[in-house]
């Protein structure tokens, strides 16, 4: 018979056996995977004995995930066996040359990435470089004998934009190699004529050259080195080769003149007549048919105040402005004649220049708002033929020259330059010239305003017109003196706005075009209304608002009239085609202008009349 209860007792034990030796096998794993980890993951403030891995077997393949390391060798560990090892380690491929030999100064390596390592186990002696997925070592000679074989070099061509060929060859010249070569291009023209026309025998527009076959490219250099040079090379480049900043100044140059007069004197006439001083010259006898007209003799000053003749002889004349301006108060009585003569002249002056320029940094700007007065240098004379001087002109009226340099924070250093002059030929045609200038250097923040004062003069003329010792009598010796006072003022104010500009949007050019259309429509209101170009814009104003409100029928009627007073008015024209292009399409092609270019086209074969 078959027994229970043995089989339930042995299935019991059979469980029991199963269950501790699960429990042993579990243990048994976990200290393995224990003592792994200890292996493959190494703490590095206990140091990992990299010496005694066995590369072949993969217990050296450790994942550092980026962080540092720590590595210990054996004493006296060969370079060749430390690089296995960081191969090892680090997963790279390291690929020494033959000549690389030798024996660690040191046995351990606390906390260190991949470079400090080869670092450390090469030294001096030896180098490595990166190349693809490979890691080449060499010894120094074996590294300097590579870096200088000639089938290294090669060569690339650098186009430049701001700065000149010639800077860029300076700037690149200490990265290059000493078997590296640099050629530039052909430095463009700097200079722009300024008319005048040419003394060449074809006759030309300004005094520069013009045209030419000078390179119309933009200036490139090409250099030829070792590809790590030309890298570096291609570095300056990218740095220097950048769309400078550009400085906005807008000055304003006030010039204020005053001038004060004031003059007093009395005229006194004591004998009144028509004879002068000098007496009276003798005159002939003259015959004229039977009537005889004698002559008279000369008389003299005093012969005539002794006969009684009236005359000038005793007159206080010239202290007073004789028909002048201002109060002129007088009594006369028979032979007598008093005039007391006041004025008091004010003279205010004020010019107001605003000139605005944009200037590159580092190079100069220059406004002149005045004239060039002309004149003729000294004549010369050789031979005895003279010879005419020169004409030479002189720059008269208000003139800014600067020159911005700019910082990195916001501030502008300037050479500033301003003057406001006048000049008038004098007698030997030589100009007599009248300034207020000043030269500085001053620093400035981008948008603010500096004021540059004191430019001022003051003259005060006192002059006194006398007889002698009549004039100085007390009370009544101002009937025998004037006086003639004179006050002038003259300042000078110099205000500078600088404006740090990034981009042509900054300079606000849209408004300024605004604001010059607005001067223009202005200055059209104030030509009279029965002209012909006021007619013509009056017209062509109408024409536009029934443009724009939809009625083109009105408006094609006042361009008509727009076109016949000013057949050449072209926005008038403009419109009207465009009336045309949206009312009638179909007629477009039968405008005068349009026909006219089609059929020229067609019979000149690309050559048309303008």
Not at 157 to 179: C, G, H, Q, W
Not at 302 to 309: C, E, L, P, Q, S
Not at 386 to 409: C, H, M, S, W
Not at 449 to 454: P, R, Y
Request: aromatic share 6%; with cysteine; charged share 25%.
């Amino acid at each position: 018979m078959y027994d229970d209860k043995n089989s339930n007792s042995k299935t019991k034990m059979g469980k029991h056996l199963f269950v501790w030796g699960f429990v042993l096998i579990v243990a048994a794993a976990i200290a393995v995977a224990d003592i792994g980890q200890d292996q493959m993951f190494p703490q590095a403030d206990e140091g990992f004995d990299a010496a005694n891995i066995d590369v072949s077997s993969g217990q050296a393949d450790v994942s550092i995930g980026g962080t540092l390391q720590s590595i210990k060798f054996n004493k006296d560990e060969g370079i060749k066996e430390a690089l296995r090892i960081l191969n090892a380690l680090y997963q790279k491929n390291i690929v020494p040359s033959p000549r690389v030999d030798g024996v660690l100064g040191f046995t351990t390596l606390k906390n260190v990435t991949f470079d400090d390592a080869m670092d450390a186990i090469l030294g001096e002696n030896f180098k490595y470089e990166q190349k693809g997925n490979l890691i080449k070592v060499y010894t120094k000679d074996e590294y300097q004998k590579i870096k200088e074989d000639k089938d290294r070099m090669i060569y690339e061509v650098f186009t430049l934009y701001y700065i000149t060929a010639e800077e860029a060859r300076k700037l690149i010249t200490p990265v290059l190699s000493k078997a590296g070569l640099v050629e530039i291009s052909t430095a463009a023209e700097t200079e722009i004529s300024s008319g005048g026309g040419s003394t060449g025998s074809g006759g030309s527009i300004g005094s520069g050259g013009g045209g030419g076959d000078s390179m119309a490219l933009h200036d490139t250099v090409v250099v030829y080195d070792y590809p790590e040079n030309i890298a570096d090379a291609k570095g300056v480049i990218k740095y220097v080769d950048v769309r400078p900043k550009q400085v906005l100044v807008e000055a304003t140059i006030l010039g204020v003149l005053l001038t004060e007069g004031m003059e007093l004197g009395v005229d006194l006439n004591f004998v009144g007549g028509g004879t002068a001083l000098d007496g009276t010259a003798a005159t002939d006898t003259l015959v004229a048919g039977s009537e005889i007209d004698r002559g008279t003799e000369a008389t003299s000053p005093i012969v005539a105040i002794a006969d009684g003749v009236p005359g000038s002889a005793l007159e206080i004349f010239g202290f007073a402005t004789a028909g002048g301006d201002g109060l002129r108060v007088g009594v006369k009585s028979g032979d007598i004649a008093a005039f007391i003569t006041a004025l008091e002249t004010v003279t205010d002056t004020t010019v107001i220049a605003n000139p605005k320029i944009l200037a590159v940094n580092k190079q100069e700007g220059c406004v002149l708002i005045g004239r060039n007065l002309g004149y003729r240098s000294s004549t010369s004379i050789s031979e005895g033929v003279a010879t005419q001087g020169e004409v030479k002109f002189l720059q008269t009226g208000t003139q800014l020259i600067f020159r911005p340099y700019i910082a990195n924070d916001g501030y502008i250093r300037m050479d500033i330059y301003p003057k406001d002059s006048t000049a008038e030929l004098n007698e030997d045609g030589v100009p007599d010239e009248t300034t207020t200038e000043l030269k500085t250097n001053i620093l400035v923040k981008d948008g603010e305003t500096i004021v540059i004062g004191g430019l001022f003069r003051d003259v005060v003329v006192t002059s006194r017109k006398q007889i002698p010792l009549l004039g100085d009598l007390p009370l009544i010796g101002a009937a025998f003196r004037s006086t003639n006072d004179t006050t002038q003022r003259q300042e000078v104010i110099i205000m500078l706005t600088v404006h740090i500009i990034d981009g042509a949007d900054q300079t606000r050019g849209l408004e300024r075009a605004a604001d010059i259309s607005r001067k223009r429509y202005g200055a059209q209101d104030g030509v009279m209304w029965t002209g012909r170009a006021r007619l013509a814009e009056d017209h062509y104003e109408r024409a536009a608002r029934y443009y724009v409100e939809g009625d083109t029928e009105a408006a094609m009627k006042e361009l008509e009239f727009v076109l016949t007073y000013r057949p050449t008015y072209l926005e008038a024209i403009r419109l009207k085609e465009r009336i045309i292009a949206e009312t009638k399409p179909d007629e477009v092609e039968n405008i005068e202008r349009i026909l006219l270019d089609n059929v020229e086209r067609e019979d000149t074969d690309k050559w048309m009349r303008r």
